[in-house]
């Protein structure tokens, strides 16, 4: 008898918590997909989940036509879309975050890297966003420091255009020639 419903045991804890989610396929197939979604070529993926194949074009002709499966193409898709939010989550690579970014370079106050009488701070006691503004930290064999902050300007065009205060406008100047060419009906009609 064959089984059918998702192998959980290849899908990564995170995304076991919605299994309804993904529609039921053998799991030969679902490891298949877990394949694919590591990167492997169909054909290595083929023979990865244990098919039987005599050459790659043979395994890949066979993952297409399995691909064809709306249960499996769902299965598949679901599983991107998980291990992409994974991914998301664990780098926190937002649109907000790297705005935030852009913002913390661009607006730095290099004033906050010294503390009241002048000195430079330590990097443990700057605050975070004046610390992520800091393109670079060096100490000389004297024990002089250099700290190069991101480049401001840059920061502030892209978020300036990021937020859709900057146009780029193009002018596009010459003379325009246009030819109207008369069909004989045309010419028919008004002569």
Not at 39 to 63: I, M, P, S
Not at 159 to 170: A, D, N, V
Request: charged share 35%; with cysteine; net charge positive.
């Amino acid at each position: 008898m064959v089984e059918n419903t998702p192998n959980t045991k290849n899908i990564p804890e995170e995304t076991k918590e919605n299994p309804q989610e993904l529609p039921k396929i053998r799991p030969k197939l679902a490891k298949l997909c877990e394949e694919i979604i590591k990167g492997n070529t169909y054909a290595k993926a083929h023979k990865l989940a244990g098919y039987k194949g005599n050459t790659e074009q043979a395994r890949y002709t066979a993952v297409t036509v399995m691909l064809r499966n709306d249960d499996v193409r769902q299965y598949l898709e679901t599983r991107q879309a998980q291990e992409l939010a994974k991914m998301q989550r664990e780098t926190s690579a937002t649109t907000i975050r790297t705005a935030l970014e852009l913002a913390r370079i661009a607006y730095a106050d290099p004033g906050r890297l010294f503390d009241d009488n002048g000195n430079l701070k330590k990097v443990a006691d700057m605050d975070e966003s004046m610390r992520r503004a800091i393109a670079s930290i060096e100490v000389d064999i004297k024990g002089t420091e250099k700290i190069k902050l991101w480049n401001k300007n840059d920061a502030l065009k892209t978020l300036s255009t990021y937020l859709g205060m900057l146009i780029e406008r193009k002018e596009i100047n010459g003379g325009l020639k246009v030819d109207i060419v008369y069909s004989d009906a045309d010419k028919k009609e008004k002569g």
